[in-house]
């Protein structure tokens, strides 16, 4: 199995307060990777130095073989790993369509109509002002936008936060589908059946360490248990 991005001792935080404190994550090539655990173990900030917003104090991280511990955010996404985070992150003043024009226009590819026939309860909504759409749909759009990239890796942070089971089951499958089309996925969340169905890989994060990595159907008979 190749490895697609393998994170090296990586400790990072914020201002005097270090989160990650030596993690080692191997993130294979053209699989889904869970990343979970409970509020403030430090999957935001792993997937945040993962796409490069959070710079590591000490350690390193290669995609591919390439030492991109430096690289920017912008480059990393220009070469396909993009984030897509947990606050519902799309330009709330601009329609939905304007949205996805600027996506691929800043990734040369101009063509938007991937994201829709990806999601086509956008095209409906196409000019309609992204701040008034509803959860759902707002993580569809930020989901499209990055499909747009046309992505290698794919960083998904809280697929599901605040949104229905329904909507929540219909964006997991579709995640299912853009990892079968061979795209590396690493989703982070909570202890969710959905998310252990999706991944083939399991790391659990406990304060800034992994506390467990291996097959999620390792953990499935505890998954309503406390991590250790
Ligand atoms: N922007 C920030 N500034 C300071 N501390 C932060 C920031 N973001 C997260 N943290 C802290 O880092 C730790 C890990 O947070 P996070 O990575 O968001 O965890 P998770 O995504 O697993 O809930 C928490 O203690 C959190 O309070
Ligand atoms: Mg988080």
């Given at each position: 199995?190749?490895?697609?991005?393998?994170?090296?001792?990586?400790?990072?935080?914020?201002?005097?307060?270090?989160?990650?404190?030596?993690?080692?994550?191997?993130?294979?090539?053209?699989?889904?990777?869970?990343?979970?655990?409970?509020?403030?173990?430090?999957?935001?900030?792993?997937?945040?130095?993962?796409?490069?917003?959070?710079?590591?104090?000490?350690?390193?991280?290669?995609?591919?073989?390439?030492?991109?511990?430096?690289?920017?955010?912008?480059?990393?996404a220009r070469r396909g790993l993009m984030l897509v985070p947990d606050e519902r992150a799309v330009f709330a003043t601009l329609t939905v369509r304007e949205n996805l024009q600027i996506i691929a226009e800043a990734t040369g590819h101009h063509d938007i109509t991937p994201a829709l026939e990806a999601f086509p309860r956008l095209r409906e909504r196409l000019t309609q002002r992204a701040g008034t759409l509803s959860g759902g749909e707002r993580r569809m759009l930020a989901l499209a936008r990055a499909l747009l990239a046309r992505p290698r890796v794919l960083l998904v942070d809280e697929l599901s936060l605040g949104l229905s089971p329904k909507v929540a089951g219909e964006l997991f499958a579709w995640l299912g589908t853009v990892a079968d089309g061979g795209t590396t996925v690493v989703l982070a969340d909570q202890y969710t059946e959905e998310a252990l169905g999706l991944a083939d890989i399991v790391y659990v994060l406990h304060r800034g360490e992994c506390s467990f990595v291996g097959d999620p159907a390792e953990l499935k008979p505890t998954v309503s248990a406390e991590p250790v």
């Amino acid at each position: 199995m190749s490895a697609e991005l393998i994170l090296t001792n990586a400790r990072a935080g914020y201002r005097t307060i270090e989160v990650l404190h030596g993690l080692d994550l191997i993130i294979p090539t053209g699989k889904v990777t869970a990343l979970l655990g409970v509020n403030g173990a430090g999957k935001s900030t792993t997937l945040r130095v993962l796409a490069g917003l959070l710079p590591l104090r000490s350690g390193s991280l290669t995609w591919q073989s390439k030492t991109i511990t430096t690289m920017s955010t912008l480059d990393r996404a220009r070469r396909g790993l993009m984030l897509v985070p947990d606050e519902r992150a799309v330009f709330a003043t601009l329609t939905v369509r304007e949205n996805l024009q600027i996506i691929a226009e800043a990734t040369g590819h101009h063509d938007i109509t991937p994201a829709l026939e990806a999601f086509p309860r956008l095209r409906e909504r196409l000019t309609q002002r992204a701040g008034t759409l509803s959860g759902g749909e707002r993580r569809m759009l930020a989901l499209a936008r990055a499909l747009l990239a046309r992505p290698r890796v794919l960083l998904v942070d809280e697929l599901s936060l605040g949104l229905s089971p329904k909507v929540a089951g219909e964006l997991f499958a579709w995640l299912g589908t853009v990892a079968d089309g061979g795209t590396t996925v690493v989703l982070a969340d909570q202890y969710t059946e959905e998310a252990l169905g999706l991944a083939d890989i399991v790391y659990v994060l406990h304060r800034g360490e992994c506390s467990f990595v291996g097959d999620p159907a390792e953990l499935k008979p505890t998954v309503s248990a406390e991590p250790v």
